[in-house]
């Protein structure tokens, strides 16, 4: 997703939009005037608030060279590609993101304080409670997204900890 504001400019020199965002192409709905909605469930009620990412959902990215949101750093450029993946079928790649601390949004076994929904990068931090998390804002649980493409409702009380397993985290494991 192409979220950064002000809009980069893209290597033809074109502005690096919502609408041509390649995930957006794929859906079919890169037209114009494409706003960004697809991304936004109606039930995130601070996604048009957000200083920095207007989105619920994010990536899978357990670190930079990890995940399957491609990355850079001092070392260079990791990209992920999607045929890396072991097991696509119980490998969470897109997770419907915790928005803040509240108890409707953030599961109560989480530690995490602050940082929620900045960046499109869900970084779970496995085995540990400080990481990103999937919302409580479906009745206990939020939307998920497989490598596979098929998705589910993950109830966050009882599954808390199948989410932040690195089994179904880590796209390589």
């Known amino acids: 997703i192409y979220w950064r504001r002000p809009s980069p400019a893209m290597q033809d020199g074109s502005l690096a939009t919502i609408n041509k965002s390649p995930i957006v192409l794929a859906t079919?709905?890169?037209?114009a005037d494409t706003n960004g909605?697809?991304?936004?469930?109606?039930?995130?009620?601070t996604a048009n608030t957000r200083?920095?990412?207007n989105y619920s959902y994010s990536l899978d990215s357990l670190d930079v060279?990890?995940?399957?949101?491609?990355?850079?750093?001092g070392t260079g450029a990791h990209p992920f590609k999607l045929t890396r993946v072991r097991r696509p079928t119980s490998k969470i790649m897109l997770?419907?993101?915790?928005?803040?601390?509240?108890?409707n949004e953030n599961p109560p076994q989480s530690t995490k304080t602050?940082?929620?929904l900045i960046d499109g990068r869900w970084e779970p931090h496995p085995g540990q409670t400080d990481g990103d998390t999937i919302t409580m804002r479906?009745?206990?649980g939020g939307n998920i997204t497989f490598a596979d493409g098929?998705?589910?409702?993950?109830?966050m009380v009882y599954e808390y900890g199948w989410a932040m397993d690195p089994q179904y985290v880590d796209p390589l494991n």
Not at 28 to 31: E, H, M
């Open 150 to 155: 098929h998705c589910q409702r993950v109830n």
């Open 28 to 31: 079919g709905a890169g037209t």
């Open 95 to 103: 997770a419907e993101e915790a928005a803040d601390v509240s108890k």
């Open 114 to 116: 602050t940082g929620f």
């Open 138 to 140: 479906h009745q206990k």
């Open 37 to 45: 909605s697809i991304f936004v469930c109606p039930m995130d009620r």
């Open 65 to 73: 060279a990890k995940g399957m949101a491609s990355g850079h750093d």
């Open 51 to 53: 200083q920095f990412y």
